[in-house]
């Protein structure tokens, strides 16, 4: 027995096709909205990672600021407590600096000088006095030049003849030469400090292998 198909399949078939990739078509679009809301759940997250990740950063840096300042204050109080050592120190070194001036004018006075006023401040000197000639004046600035150990620098600031006699009689006169001179008081730390360049000095120009003082002297 043949059956015929008398139904028009050529149309059903193009229904079923257009069917078939309307439902394929929705398919991807719903797939599509899913990797798509998934890569947007991935960013929120990520985001809120990063925000996160940026407040603890902050909040660090904030701590870091504060700890940063403390430090700022105690370095300060640590150089002001520096200056207040420093100036301790220099008192403590300064306080024998009369004695060594003293001791200096006493040792250093030629015979024939004799000293009225003697100024100090700082390390500056000013010494003024009389003496009986030009020469006792010249020693003098000799004296303290090459010869003190606290004192340096002399310079002359002024000398001029007078008349001292009694009764302002002009047969007893005497012819004496006031003078003023500025002098440098040397501290403590200068002597350490000439001695460690003179130490210096001798080490360079002492020809190599020579032995030192000491090795010398053993």
């Not at 947007?40 to 660090?60: C, G, I, P």
């Not at 150089?79 to 301790?88: C, G």
């Not at 030049?145 to 007893?172: D, F, N």
Request: charged share 25%; hydrophobic share 45%; net charge positive.
């Amino acid at each position: 027995m043949i059956l015929i198909n008398l139904l028009p399949h050529r149309e059903e078939k193009r229904r079923r096709r257009k069917q078939a990739f309307f439902v394929a078509l929705g398919l991807a679009a719903l797939a599509g909205l899913m990797v798509v809301g998934a890569w947007y759940v991935v960013l929120l997250e990520m985001t809120h990672l990063q925000q996160a990740r940026n407040e603890f950063l902050q909040s660090e840096i904030q701590r870091l600021e504060g700890q940063i300042k403390d430090i700022a204050s105690l370095k300060s109080e640590i150089e002001a407590l520096k200056a207040r050592q420093k100036v301790v120190e220099d008192f403590q070194i300064d306080r024998n600096m009369p004695v060594h001036l003293l001791n200096e004018l006493v040792a250093q006075t030629p015979e024939g000088v004799y000293l009225s006023t003697i100024r100090q401040d700082g390390q500056g000197v000013a010494v003024s006095g009389v003496a009986q000639t030009n020469e006792r004046v010249s020693e003098f600035l000799r004296n303290t030049a090459y010869h003190a150990t606290w004192l340096e620098r002399p310079e002359l600031v002024e000398i001029k003849a007078t008349q001292v006699g009694a009764g302002g009689q002009a047969r007893e006169a005497r012819r004496l030469f006031e003078f003023s001179v500025r002098l440098t008081l040397k501290r403590p730390q200068d002597l350490e400090a000439q001695a460690a360049a003179a130490r210096a000095s001798e080490a360079a120009s002492r020809p190599a292998g020579a032995p030192g003082p000491a090795a010398s002297a053993s």
